[in-house]
């Protein structure tokens, strides 16, 4: 059924400007039933930040900025699904075209600015399926003009508490000016500081609520020392690695259209991404868990992030070129791997290589 569905859509979402392509897909998911996708195998659950995953493959922020489609994409078989990124306050974004493919190096750019409708339409939809059960995260980002953007973090906290699964702290999307600056040392203490003790004040009527850190991958190996120490300081539940990177790999074939400012996501932060991650596994120590994200388009690059550092991965750009079908070749990988390896969780597996990929020469 998906594969007929991939092979139908894909070349028309493909034909489209990409941007329209992603408003059609957020409405077909609206309106067209989904079928449920069949269990996922119990060797393919994963435990992480006090949530409990029926698989480690989630769908990355940006694909659902207004918590418009969660409960289509779990039916789907998604393991978690995390919304946003959302600002207290609805913005348009960058002016359009703001979104491009690279055909030829499965890569994309995007230059949105944190588009979104706002934490008001957010927070009506996630109170609304409120008791539908799954795991759906939030990512939270401030306002493009805003006079205290670490306030703007701590009102969304306040906010999606008791609707959120876990809350994803976003300071380094490229498309905001000044929004990276976050993630310097003194920042992101005060930061995460003024986050946690939101978090903690609002555990009373909503429970305990995971606070994750989202990092770029274009930090310096001393930037992200001070990252994950300070994330381990102030006791975030864990991190995710990485964001879009405003690098342009040497490899790239599509020149003209990679000169495009903005964040670079797909097949070519693959290679980046995962060495962030491998770099921040060994520094977190197995204090708290990470989710792999950048470049995942097969089975194989999946199984590459969990055996550099990630405990959970999520894909995005990968779906615009694989379709749907991306999801259950992952799946089906990592329970054949498991079945080669005669190993009865994926636990066993992450972060199996990291020490050795910090080792090796960094990706150009």
């Known amino acids: 059924m998906i594969g007929l569905f991939d092979r139908l859509s894909l ?5 489209l400007d990409p941007e329209d392509a992603h408003g059609l897909t957020i409405k077909a998911l609206r309106f067209v039933p989904v079928p449920k996708a069949a269990a996922d195998p119990p060797e393919l659950a994963v435990r992480a930040f006090g949530l409990n995953f029926p ?73 609304a399926r409120a008791n539908a059960g799954g795991i759906v995260g939030v990512n939270i980002g401030a306002n493009k003009d805003s006079a205290d953007r670490t306030e703007d973090y701590v009102r969304l906290i306040d906010t999606f508490a ?37 978090r903690e004040r609002v555990r009373p009527r909503a429970g305990p609520t995971p606070v994750l850190l989202k990092i770029a991958p274009d930090l310096t190996l001393s930037d992200l020392d ?36 903005g964040g670079l996501s797909g097949r070519p932060l693959f290679k980046l991404s995962t060495r962030m991650l491998a770099e921040t596994f060994v520094r977190a120590e197995g204090v708290f868990p990470l989710i792999g994200a950048g470049g995942i388009d097969s089975g194989a690059t999946a199984i590459a992030k969990i055996k550099a550092g990630a405990t959970l991965v999520q894909v995005y750009t990968g779906l615009v070129y694989r379709g749907l ?7 089906s990988e990592l329970a054949a791997a498991l079945k080669r390896g005669r190993r009865s969780s994926l636990a066993s597996l992450v972060g199996v290589d990291a020490a050795e990929m910090t080792a090796e020469s960094w990706p150009s």
Do not use: W
Not at 92 to 103: I, V, W, Y
Not at 176 to 197: E, K, M, N, W, Y
Not at 325 to 331: A, Q, R
């Open 55 to 127: 698989n480690p493959v989630g769908i990355a922020p940006g694909f659902d900025k207004n918590a418009a489609v969660p409960d289509a994409l779990l039916r789907l078989g998604f393991g978690f699904v995390e919304v946003g990124t959302v600002t207290p306050r609805a913005q348009a974004g960058n002016p359009r075209p703001r979104l491009f493919r690279l055909e030829a190096d499965g890569g994309i750019i995007n230059r949105l600015g944190f588009n979104n409708e706002g934490a008001p339409a957010a927070l009506a939809r996630l109170a």
């Open 325 to 331: 079908g991306l999801l259950s070749e992952i799946k």
């Open 11 to 15: 070349p028309l979402l493909r034909a």
């Open 226 to 261: 001070d990252a994950v120490g300070i994330a381990r300081k102030h006791r975030v539940d864990g991190m995710i690695v990485s964001n879009t990177t405003i690098s342009r790999p040497t490899s790239l074939r599509e020149r003209d259209r990679a000169s495009e400012p």
């Open 162 to 198: 008791p609707v959120a699964s876990y809350f994803t702290v976003n300071v380094s999307s490229p498309n905001t000016p000044g929004l990276r600056d976050l993630q310097q040392a003194r920042a992101l203490d005060d930061l995460l500081a003024r986050v946690i003790d939101a």
